[in-house]
Structures are given as structure tokens and as C-alpha cells.
């Protein structure tokens, strides 16, 4: 039984990367999956750099990359570089 799990190890860290794929994408990647019938929404947490860090007063979404609501929506599909520390998608 020992050599069976010895020599099979890389089965069981196939099956668990199978089963945790969101997941570790998710983290790696920041790969965010749009269901066909739903479209995604981002808010963004924070900026770090540039001019445009806040959203002007009496503004609700943000146009130019500041931190809030953005304009830009996701369509069903898969997008790479929604960090899940700074990036927020809602369906």
C-alpha cells in the first residue's frame, strides 16, 4: 500500500487541482468565469498610482480607472487579471 501511494502521489495532486481549479486560477491568475446568462459587474477597491485615485464629488461610476463602481462591464466569458484583492465581480 505504501508503494501504491509512493508511486501514485501525483494522482492525488492531479485530482485535488481538478477539484480546487476555480479556486487556484482564482488566486494565480485572477480569472474570473461570466455565466452565458449573466453579465459582470466590477468594482474596484483600490488605486495605488496615478491622478485619478477618487472619484470626483457627485460622481457614481468611475470612467477613468478610479477606485469604485466602473463603467466597463464583463461579458459572458472568462477574463484574466481581476485580482481578487483589488478587483470586486458581481453577477
Do not use: H
Not at 509512493?6 to 480546487?20: D, H
Not at 496615478?50 to 468611475?62: H, T
Amino acid at each position: 500500500m505504501e508503494a501504491l501511494i509512493s508511486n501514485y502521489w501525483w494522482v492525488l495532486v492531479a485530482l485535488l487541482c481538478m477539484v480546487l481549479y476555480k479556486y487556484i486560477l482564482r488566486f494565480l491568475f485572477g480569472m474570473v468565469i461570466v455565466p452565458e446568462d449573466r453579465i459582470g459587474l466590477i468594482t474596484k477597491k483600490f488605486v495605488l498610482f496615478g491622478s485619478d485615485r477618487e472619484l470626483p464629488d457627485g460622481r457614481i461610476i468611475a470612467v477613468k480607472g478610479e477606485a469604485g463602481f466602473q463603467g466597463k462591464t464583463l461579458a459572458p466569458g472568462l477574463y484574466f487579471g481581476m485580482w481578487f484583492w483589488q478587483y470586486s465581480v458581481t453577477m
